[in-house]
């Protein structure tokens, strides 16, 4: 007989196969989210997030092995969204557009549950997501790889090394924005514009 693959604790034990048990998960998930913008991490336990959800332990640990697993699936909700946005911005016709469109997309996850979004920054750099957090920076990267290739970019001869900047960038800022709990939305979109238009001016001015 083949043993069993060692559970991943990190993964959910399963997924919802029917319409009740998709709405009980989405609601696990959603509890989960509610009460670490609201308590933070020392209030956040399963009991307290199926009590939240209007669920049993039990029912919670069909799905969700562990906290790790539900955090891990509370990050994939709010990473989709983002990610989904991205493939949006990718389909504009112009540079301009298309980069306009990303650093939109992350400014609004990081300001539309902005007391969220800290916490889900924690936890994305405390728990073993290396190989996930690659793959979404991959997503994001080939987006702006792309959009400095449309006629109106400017003339940057490593687009490769451009984007990462521009990602690191935008990223960097849109952090910080975050620790320093601001809310405005659109100064900060300048500011992250500015810096992005800033340096990919810079690179083409210098040739590279």
Request: aromatic share 4%; charged share 25%.
């Amino acid at each position: 007989m083949t043993p069993k693959p060692p559970e991943n604790p990190l993964s959910p034990r399963k997924a919802p196969l029917q319409r009740r048990a998709t709405a009980t998960v989405d609601a696990i998930v959603e509890a989960a989210a509610r009460i670490l913008e609201t308590l933070g991490p020392d209030g956040y336990t399963t009991n307290a997030v199926a009590e939240r959800a209007g669920v049993s332990i039990g029912s919670l640990y069909q799905y969700f092995p562990n906290r790790d697993a539900l955090t891990v699936a509370l990050i994939e909700r709010e990473t989709s969204t983002l990610l989904e946005q991205a493939r949006q911005a990718a389909t504009e016709p112009t540079c301009a557009a298309a980069l306009s469109g990303l650093i939109d997309a992350a400014i609004a996850h990081q300001m539309r549950r902005p007391a969220l979004a800290r916490v889900i920054d924690f936890e994305e750099r405390r728990l073993p997501l290396g190989e996930r957090n690659l793959r979404v920076a991959e997503q994001l990267h080939r987006v702006i790889v792309e959009a400095l290739g449309r006629p109106d970019a400017p003339a940057i001869k490593d687009r490769e090394t451009a984007a990462q900047d521009v990602l690191a960038l935008a990223h960097g800022i849109n952090d910080v924005a975050g620790e320093r709990m601001e809310t405005d939305a659109q100064s900060l979109r300048e500011r992250v514009w500015i810096a992005v238009r800033g340096y990919l001016v810079g690179m083409a001015e210098i040739g590279r």
